[in-house]
């Protein structure tokens, strides 16, 4: 479960910078 939420605030923080 640790695992899926820092992937899921990964994909958040890169999509944050990318956009």
């Known amino acids: 479960m640790e695992l899926i939420n ?9 999509t944050a910078i990318f956009l």
Not at 6 to 14: E, H, K, N, R, S
């Open 6 to 14: 820092d992937t899921l605030w990964a994909v958040m923080i890169f």
